[in-house]
């Protein structure tokens, strides 16, 4: 903190001294040669050990808590890099399941608006195992209209199922 002469205040958003500005580190900038340097050794192993580390320092001219310090940025950027693509796949795997439930669920309803009316039908005509049996009926019962209507219907469902694959 510094004084004010002006007030006798103190001030804790002046300049600081020169002591404590001393004590900032500049930033490392590093060349696209030692950037695909380290890359590759990154590549090799996420972990160098001390040996390794002191050789790249010597080799790139850099300080060795630098590379220290960059293998430890290039972990954490490679885990955050880990976790969007476990997201995405997730996401795809949830896509591709609600993808299939909802085609499964559709095509359920159908069967089981299908079953529905062919209950109907047979009741309502007194024949209770009408479906594929149109040749059998007594020639008092409905034309095959009806039955052709179902069968249609039926050949229509499993049509729609053969294109789901």
Known sequence: MKLHEANGLYCTSCVLSDVESTKRRVRTTF?????????????????????????????LNIPEDRIMVWFQNRRAKWRKQAQERQKRYLNKQNERIEKHSIVYEDTRNEYVIQ?????????????????????????????????TLANAWRAGINNKLLFIH
């Not at 060349?31 to 050794?41: A, P």
């Not at 062919?118 to 594929?132: A, H, K, L, T």
Request: charged share 25%; net charge negative; glycine share 4%.
């Open 31 to 59: 060349t696209e040669e030692q950037c695909t340097t380290l890359e590759k050794k990154f590549h090799e192993t996420h972990y160098p050990d001390q040996s390794s580390k002191k050789r790249l320092a010597l080799y």
């Open 115 to 147: 079953d529905a009316v062919m209950r109907q039908v047979s009741n309502r005509f007194g024949y209770n195992e009408c479906i594929g049996q149109e040749q059998n009926l007594p020639a008092n019962y409905p034309t095959q209209s009806v039955f």
